[in-house]
């Protein structure tokens, strides 16, 4: 069984520009979660869908902004990119009823100069 | 507000030299509180899920234990290969998204 899959793996941008970073879950997870992770922050918790609906939403600008499909696949959008954007984007994803536990992704690194 | 801490930062064992992992957390209810390894350039890598005082679990060299503000992951006799930052967790409010702490680099030399 496939992994969560995102792509793309490395992103380079410039301040301003927006980015568009994106994820395939495993075959039968409705729940995707993403994470931004940097070396002084750790990993923190972006937002959460389940079935196309946003469940949780975590502390950052509304520059963040995701969605997801009908096949579960999901994007994340970050506009107006600033050079502390710079992270590893992670996605993780999740069947209910199995311990809720949360698989991720190998992530996108993004890379703001 | 959930805060989860986890301590040390960074941890530098011989083979074979045991220790443990701290990871403190704060929550109103908790709803499972999980470790993860990550290896780097990788994505985090499921471990363990832990939901009530006293439950330990065990994989390989490694046990989770977890008490009513604490829980432990100890690493018996590790090897080369354990070396990793280890990440403790508990969920997010209702859902499955997760609060993290900082991790524990872990670093084993021969």
Known sequence: KAGVTQTPRYLIKTRGQQVTLSCSPISGHRSVSWYQQTPGQGLQFLFEYFSETQRNKGNFPGRFSGRQFSNSRSEMNVSTLELGDSALYLCASSLAGSGNIQYFGAGTRLSVL | ?110
Do not use: M
């Open chain 2, 1 to 110: 507000e959930d805060q989860v801490t986890q301590s040390p930062e960074a941890l530098r064992l011989q083979e074979g030299e045991s220790s443990s992992l701290n990871c403190s957390y704060t929550v109103s209810g908790l709803r499972g509180l999980f470790w993860y390894r990550q290896d780097p350039g990788k994505g985090p890598e499921f471990l363990f899920t832990l939901y009530s005082a006293g439950e330990e679990k065990e994989k390989e060299r490694l046990k989770a234990t977890l008490t009513k503000k604490e829980s432990f992951l100890h690493i018996t006799a590790p090897k080369p290969e354990d070396s990793a930052t280890y990440l403790c967790a508990v969920r997010v409010n209702s859902g499955y998204a997760l609060n993290f702490g900082k991790g524990t680099s872990l670093l084993v030399t021969p």
